[in-house]
Each structure stands twice: as structure tokens, then as C-alpha cells.
């Protein structure tokens, strides 16, 4: 029996949100170059999506390429934009037959002309999917998107479109670029690394974190659903007293 059949189908996350992490590691273990990692990190990530599909989660966010990461050194930041336009383009099919609608978040603008095309083209192709929406964060970092967002609600009250007594926390949650998801009930982060890294800071809130000494190339599905069996074992309070919840 596959470790999928021990999930409980009716408390599954509606949206699961993974820091990819370790590839450069992955590829030094095996003498390599950290492009190598980079590179088998693609076969981790399809296997992923595939599972995420076959169990029903609903959403799916990867961390592809933060903020932070365009300090690397240029050659690596190169490769990795150019694995990324390649992936999409080699991918697009295989997000058509699981019926996955690409989304990303992040500051888009800031990437090379044609990742950023690619990128367009492989959301507007699959946007009409319906069984799951699989959201790449690319040159995203949570201070980033909540600087935004602080500018614009203040050019809005400025405008005189907002009053600040209107101000709440579905407000601030609309402003993001992740206003159309759900937030996340579990983060996944392989590598071994126990830090956030400037990921989703306001939508974790309240979500369960699973941490796994993994490294990213050798993630797969059956460790997708390790996760989400840990998940279910988990009791989510909100504050409240686990006699409340009873
Ligand atoms: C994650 O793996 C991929 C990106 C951040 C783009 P790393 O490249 O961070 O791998 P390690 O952490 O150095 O092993
Ligand atoms: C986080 O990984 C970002 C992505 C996975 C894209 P990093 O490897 O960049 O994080 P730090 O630097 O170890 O915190
Ligand atoms: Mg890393």
C-alpha cells in the first residue's frame, strides 16, 4: 500500500507553499557544479506538482528565486534564469494534462525579458485550468510585497479613495500578490535549514511548518504526502484551548 492511501482525503491542505532548498548542496556532494542541483531540481519539482494533482491539493507555491538571490554571482543567477525559461517552455504541456494553471508571484518586471515572456505565455495558455494552481514565487521576498503594498494603501487614502479607519487585515491580505490564494495550512522546506528566508511572512501566519533534512533534487511525491500525513497529526488551535476544539 502507497503512503498516499494513509492521508485522510477530507482534512487535506487546500494550499501547500515549499522553500526548494539545497540543490547547491546536492550538486557539491556529488562534485559537481551547483547548476547541476539546479538542474535536477526541476525533476523534484514536476514529480511534486504531479503528486500535489493526484492527491487534490488545490494550490501549490514553490519558492523559485527570492529577492536575496540575485546577490549569487551572475554566471549562477544566469543559469537560473535560463533553466527556468527553459522549464516553463519544456513544462507547459505537462501543466496542460494535469489540468495545472501556472500563476507567479514576485517582482516580474525585474526578470530578463524573455523569462518574463515565457513566463506570460505558459499562464495565459493554462489559465483556464481548474484542478490546481501552482504559483511560482520568482524574484519575490515577503518585505518586498509588503512594502508594496503599504504604498499603495497609501496612495489610495491620499487619493482620497480610503479612509485609514478602513483599514483591516482582509484589506492588507487583498493587496498582495497573493489576494486570490488561500493562505497556506503547511510550509514545507527541505535542506535542513529551520529559517523562513522572507517567504510569505503574513500568510504563514498560522500555518503548520514541516521541516526535512531532504535536500531539494531528491524531494518526491511520497515525501509530499510524508508531509501531509505529519499535517493531519498536527491539532491547529488558533489561539484556543484544545478543549474548545473538541
Ligand atoms: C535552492 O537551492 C534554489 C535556490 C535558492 C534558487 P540553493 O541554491 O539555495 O542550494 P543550497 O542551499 O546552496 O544548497
Ligand atoms: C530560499 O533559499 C529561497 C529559495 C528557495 C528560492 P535560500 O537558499 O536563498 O535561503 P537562505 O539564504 O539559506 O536563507
Ligand atoms: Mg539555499
Sequence with gaps: MGISALIAKDNLPKHVAIIM??????????????????????LAVRDTVEGAVELGIQYLTLYAFSTENWNRPQLEVNA???????????????????????????????????????LKEAMAKTSQNKRCTLTLALSYSSRWELTQAAKHIAELVKAGKLDPQDIDENLISKQL????????????????????SNFLLWQLAYAELY??????????????????????????????TSEQLK
Aim: net charge neutral.
Design 21 to 42: 532548498d539545497g540543490n547547491g548542496r546536492w550538486a557539491k556532494e556529488k562534485g559537481k557544479f551547483r547548476v547541476f542541483g539546479h538542474q535536477n531540481g526541476v
Design 80 to 118: 537560473l534564469m535560463e533553466l527556468l525559461v527553459s522549464t516553463i517552455t519544456k513544462e507547459t504541456k505537462t501543466l496542460m494534462d494535469n489540468e495545472v494553471r501556472l500563476n507567479a508571484i514576485g517582482d516580474l518586471d525585474s526578470l530578463p525579458k524573455n523569462c518574463h515572456q515565457e
Design 177 to 196: 500578490n497573493t489576494a486570490d490564494l488561500p493562505d497556506p495550512e503547511l510550509m514545507i522546506r527541505t535542506s535542513g535549514e529551520l529559517r523562513i
Design 211 to 240: 521541516f526535512t533534512p531532504k535536500l531539494w533534487p531528491d524531494f518526491r511525491r511520497e515525501d509530499l504526502f510524508e508531509a501531509i500525513l505529519d499535517y493531519q497529526k498536527r491539532e491547529r488551535r488558533f489561539g484556543m
